[in-house]
């Protein structure tokens, strides 16, 4: 099963602000993102792949 990230476990996982994910996704940048309701996740796979792509 793929981990579901928080966005501050993703800030820590990436050791990035919490501001800077929610700017990411203000411009459409960033990981891909799942909402669950007000919930936002991120699959660590997808982030994984989202770095080794480049990160942008």
């Not at 919490?18 to 799942?34: F, N, Q, S």
């Not at 919930?39 to 796979?45: F, G, K, V, W």
């Amino acid at each position: 099963m793929d981990d579901l990230l928080t966005i501050n476990e993703l800030a820590d996982y990436l050791k990035v602000p919490t501001a800077t994910i929610y700017y990411w996704r203000h411009e459409g940048v960033g990981p891909p993102v799942l909402k669950a309701g007000r919930a936002l996740r991120y699959r660590r796979s997808e982030v994984d792949a989202w770095l080794e792509a480049g990160g942008r």
